[in-house]
């Protein structure tokens, strides 16, 4: 099962795939722990709002909303990137559809 890892023609791709597979899954996880973050300050600042009016700008709200979509893009190009490449592994770097 694993013998492209010693085989010499799939080398290359077997040891550079696992490790963009394996660092692009240290990235998402570092992105959803970011997200967490980001849900307890965003919703620490939805709780101020209500208690008091005015206290938050809208500046700061959607600054929040900002930093949340700047956090949901990169991790859907990254989850985006590597579902395609085993696609392209099976296909030879070709789409034969």
Do not use: C, H
Not at 48 to 64: D, M, R
């Amino acid at each position: 099962m694993f013998r492209f890892f010693t085989e010499k023609q799939w080398a290359l791709w077997a040891y550079l795939g696992s490790l963009i597979i394996l660092t692009s899954l240290w990235v998402q996880v570092q992105i959803d722990v970011k997200i967490n973050e980001w849900f307890g300050g965003f919703y620490d600042m939805i709780q101020k709002a209500l208690a008091e009016p005015n206290v938050v700008t809208i500046e700061e709200y959607f600054a929040g909303l900002w930093s949340f979509i700047t956090l949901a893009l990169i991790y859907v190009a990254i989850a985006v990137v590597v579902s395609f490449l085993p696609i392209t592994s099976y296909l030879g770097g070709e789409q034969q559809w």
